[in-house]
């Protein structure tokens, strides 16, 4: 028999930050997320999202042994077709029994909310952030994705998941020649003098932030289920970066002073939290500045790309690149770059990224599940 255990108190906490640690002890692929970061997400004080949304977690245990967890959510601002709550942070043995019974008692949760679908595993929270499931790719994951065994699929699929949107992770080296149809384009855009390009600097946040927020808002607040950015949340989240910002690696363009493109990159901090398993106090803090001094971190995670609509088709995405990565192979000890992830939704951002001579380096699914099973099933429309 499976008894199921609402995420109360401190034991319970530690016990669904431990669970995922030990059912992957043995694969060298996995990096523990920070449990602060995880914590975080569950914390009202400090997750805008509860005060549109609520959230649970539990545990399923047989035996007195933990053999599954799970969140589950709703989040009103997460505009679709149907009502729709989500499911997250789902870990389990690899038992389809196990797991149908998670699944079952997420949906009778969110059924009582007023639900009519699921969607799984998403983040209580932002789309950066561990969304997805891993389907393809099982290597070391980016800071912030999900990572699972690849018989998480079955569970999900056997159960009657079907995938909403596939999320596509391309990488390329550094080093490899940028393409011809940049280097013609960042040609054409260089003689034009009212033409620039900047990479972004710690000293000015607050400027890059307005600018972060206007290319985001008129290239891509449409695509979000209804999100739309505020600059002064724009601006605390790059303070929040602003220790683990590269001056070299993040770019915008200016129409004159205007801003009309922008590339936002980090490093992928999984290359230097993997060491503190799990952990962020004083000592993993130290670690952590130890290692960012003198651990080289040759990779780098594409986080946003965006250009404003009156620019599109206009070459102004191979100027950027083409002056962007001149300058980060001068600057940085980068080799490969990752796009963190494009849904196939968007043949716009997957065409710049094969143009780019990248490869799919990993996939990941965002799974959907009716609850009325003789409705149509329709995936996410293209942009």
């Given amino acids: 028999m499976i008894i199921v255990e609402e995420v109360q108190n401190k034991h319970h906490k530690r016990e669904f930050l ?7 002890k043995h694969d060298k692929n996995y990096i523990r997320p920070l449990d602060k970061y995880i914590e975080e997400i569950f914390d009202p004080e400090k997750n805008k999202f509860f005060k549109n949304g609520e959230c649970k977690r539990f ?54 909310k007023g639900m009519e679908a699921m969607d799984g595993p998403i983040n209580f929270g932002e789309r950066d952030k561990f969304w997805g499931l891993l389907i393809e790719g099982y290597i070391e994951p980016l800071f912030g994705m999900n990572y699972n065994f690849p018989y998480y699929k ?8 079907e995938i909403y949107f596939e999320q596509l992770c391309f990488t390329r080296p550094v080093f490899a020649e940028v393409s011809r149809i940049f280097t013609i384009a960042h040609e054409k855009n260089r003689r034009n003098p009212a033409i620039s390009a900047q990479p ?19 290239a ?9 950015l505020e600059e002064a949340k724009v601006l605390k989240m790059f ?12 770019w915008f363009v200016y129409e004159n002073e205007k801003p009309i493109a922008m590339w936002i990159n980090i490093p992928d901090l999984n290359q230097w939290f993997k060491y503190l398993n799990g952990k962020f106090g004083l000592f993993e803090k130290l670690k952590f500045l130890f290692l960012k001094r003198f651990k080289k971190n040759e990779k780098m995670v594409g986080l946003v790309f965006g250009v404003v609509p009156e620019w599109q088709k206009k070459g102004i995405d191979g100027y950027m690149i083409w002056e962007g990565t001149q300058y980060l192979r001068k600057h940085t000890d980068f080799k490969i770059t ?9 043949p716009k951002m997957i065409k710049i990224a094969e143009t780019l001579d990248t490869t799919v380096t990993r996939k990941l699914a965002t799974y959907r599940y009716l609850f009325d099973r003789n409705k149509e099933f329709e995936r996410h429309p293209i942009l």
Wanted: with cysteine; aromatic share 16%; net charge negative.
């Fill in 18 to 24: 431990e669970f995922p640690a030990q059912l992957y």
């Fill in 59 to 112: 545990l399923f245990k047989k035996n007195h042994k933990t053999i599954g967890k799970v969140a589950v959510f709703i989040n009103h601002c997460y505009e679709q077709k149907q009502p729709t709550g989500g499911i997250g942070f789902f870990d389990c043995i690899n038992d389809q029994e196990t797991a149908n019974f998670i699944f079952d008692y997420c949906k009778n949760w969110l059924q009582e």
């Fill in 154 to 161: 079955d569970l999900f699929e056997n159960y009657g998941f």
């Fill in 200 to 218: 972004m600097k710690k000293n000015n946040l607050a400027k890059f932030a307005k600018d972060f927020t206007e290319v985001y808002n008129k």
């Fill in 220 to 228: 891509w607040a449409c695509h979000g289920e209804g999100k739309h």
């Fill in 239 to 250: 303070n929040t970066m602003k220790p683990i910002i590269n001056e070299h690696i993040s």
């Fill in 338 to 346: 990752e796009l963190q992830w494009i849904g196939d939704f968007n």
